[in-house]
Nanobody, 116 residues
């Protein structure tokens, strides 16, 4: 079955950095568009970044451009989200997502808290 397992979240001070990882299984990772989303309490889940199957194409929400970098390692079935210059408004639960023909799948999420 499809599994997405995120890790790397935590508590960080404003201006700090974190790198999230999402390990995928149960589907052909190298063929899949992957993305990171986040959910802040009281708001809808929003797309943060996406990457094409080969990694050649990426896209970002305006709020994270120049601060976040999405990448992938198809040999390790892993997608990453490197986050720098973190702000308190980046606080939330970060989810890995993959749309397949059968359904859209989500990981369980990893909490990122940016606070002094």
């Amino acid at each position: 079955q499809v599994q997405l397992v995120e890790s790397g979240g935590g508590l960080v001070q404003p201006g700090g950095s974190l790198t999230l990882s999402c390990v995928a299984s149960g589907f052909t990772f190298s063929n899949a568009l992957m993305s990171w989303w986040r959910q802040v309490p009281g708001k809808e889940r929003e797309s943060v970044a996406a990457i094409t199957s080969t990694g050649a194409g990426t896209s970002y929400a305006d709020s994270v451009k120049a601060r976040f970098t999405i990448s992938r390692d198809n040999a390790k079935n892993t997608v990453y989200l490197q986050m720098i210059s973190l702000k308190p408004e980046d606080t939330g639960i970060y989810y890995c997502r993959v749309p397949l023909k059968s359904a859209v799948y989500w990981g369980q999420g990893t909490q990122v808290t940016v606070s002094s």
